[in-house]
């Protein structure tokens, strides 16, 4: 038979205490029945006597003492069992604990796997929303750099138009006064205000200092660029077939290398076109500029 591990273990000694105690009492039982009977034993006397009475009485019936009571028999007490430990109880206990402890890991990894998760869903949710700022950012950026850009492209193109209109004008400006130094040279009879087109016996025609820039400019080939608000004035001593005697500088730009370098094209250019009247002045001043 298996005991239960929760069930009370008997004592030992239990049995002996118990056989002792009833020994004890059938011991007291006997000497109280021996008292009682040294109490009650009949004594008959040495000498008897009668009583008269005047009404005849019936004697009592003497008394009877009752038989003593059997002994109690005696209790055999058989000593407590001594508990067996199961080892099956033990390997019950055993597996217990073990699984108890598994499932304590069992929960601290479930534990441990939420809050991985949980810290992973932070992280995420962070990474997208700096994702999003960082393209929002970008996003702003790229459009201030356009409106930038489109606003830098519309400045340079009214800008270019504004430099365009103003070169021009300049190109017109010094045309007018090259012909006017043209014709001046020449000993044109007209004023410097005069626009009409009638001449002298030398005067130039009002085609012939374009022709003549025309022949010049091929020659105008700086090795670098210079600016374009550059201009020489250069003094030409001409034949009377059009050959350059010489090139000197009348005015000049501000810039020595430039100054150099128009009189270098005009002397390359060697020989300037007659005039529509197969003539040419003997001195003319020609205006040289980077950008002819």
């Known amino acids: 038979m298996q005991t239960l591990p929760w069930r009370p273990q008997h004592d030992p000694g239990l049995g ?14 006997v000497a109280l029945k021996f008292g009682l009977d040294w109490r009650t034993t009949n004594h008959e006397p040495a000498f008897e006597a009668e009583l008269w009475s005047a009404v005849p009485q019936a004697a009592a019936p003497r008394a009877v003492e009752p038989p003593p009571p059997p002994p109690e028999p005696e209790v055999q007490t058989r000593p407590a ?3 067996v430990e199961d080892p099956s109880a033990a390997q019950r206990d055993a597996d217990i604990r073990l699984e108890r402890e598994r499932e304590r890991k069992e929960r601290e990894k479930e534990r441990l796997r939420l809050e991985k998760e949980r810290q992973e869903k932070l992280k995420a949710d962070k990474a997208k929303a700096d994702k999003l700022k960082a393209e929002k950012q970008r996003a702003e950026e790229a459009k201030l750099a356009k409106d930038k850009a489109e606003k830098d492209r519309l400045d340079k ?3 270019a138009q504004r430099d365009q209109q103003l070169a021009e004008a300049k190109r017109e400006q010094l045309r007018q006064e ?4 043209i014709q001046g040279m020449a000993g044109a009879s007209g004023g410097a205000q005069a626009t009409g087109t009638a001449l002298q016996s030398s005067g130039p025609s009002a085609s012939y200092a374009g022709r003549v820039m025309a022949r ?3 020659n105008i080939r700086p090795p670098k660029d210079f600016p374009r608000e550059l201009v020489t004035d250069v003094l030409v001593r001409l034949g009377p077939d059009g050959t350059i005697f010489s090139a000197t500088v009348r005015r000049g730009s501000g810039n020595a290398e430039w100054d150099e370098w ?10 300037l076109p007659l005039d529509t009247d197969g003539t040419v002045p003997k001195e003319m001043v020609i205006g040289i500029r980077p950008n002819e």
């Not at 090259?178 to 130094?181: C, D, E």
């Open 16 to 29: 002996r205490g118990i056989g002792l105690a009833l020994g004890a009492h059938a011991l007291l039982l």
């Open 81 to 83: 069992p001594t508990p």
């Open 157 to 159: 193109q009214r800008q």
């Open 178 to 181: 090259q012909l006017r130094r």
């Open 216 to 218: 010049v400019r091929p």
């Open 262 to 271: 128009a009189v270098r094209a005009v002397l390359a250019t060697a020989k």
